[in-house]
């Protein structure tokens, strides 16, 4: 199965570490998405994504598509999540409406 779609469930400090380094090393290749709620889903939504890496020269700024009704996506070839611990079950029904079916071969 080829991946082409990832969703990062939980844009904090590591979903969207993750989002940002997937989506740079990607590019065009994957269509990577977030989910993320008020004030930090507007600032992914306006600036996109950045990362200040340790000894690099430049930060990473990527676009993604960002939301926080997991329902405005389709499904998707991979979810990540990047909740903490206690926030799972309460995001567990939109992750699972993210889970794309896979056929036995």
Do not use: W, Y
Request: net charge neutral; charged share 20%.
């Amino acid at each position: 199965m080829t991946i082409k779609t990832i969703c990062i469930f939980g844009a904090g400090a590591l979903g969207g570490m993750i989002a940002t380094k997937i989506a740079a090393l990607l590019g065009s290749d994957v269509t990577v998405s977030v989910i993320a709620r008020g004030a930090h889903l507007d600032a992914i939504r306006r600036d996109g994504l950045t990362l200040h890496e340790a000894g690099a020269e430049t930060p990473i700024n990527v676009k993604v598509m960002a939301t926080d009704n997991p329902a405005d996506l389709p499904p998707q070839d991979l979810v990540i999540t990047g909740l903490k611990g206690h926030q799972l079950s309460a995001a567990a029904e939109g992750m699972a409406k993210l889970l794309k079916a896979i056929r036995a071969s």
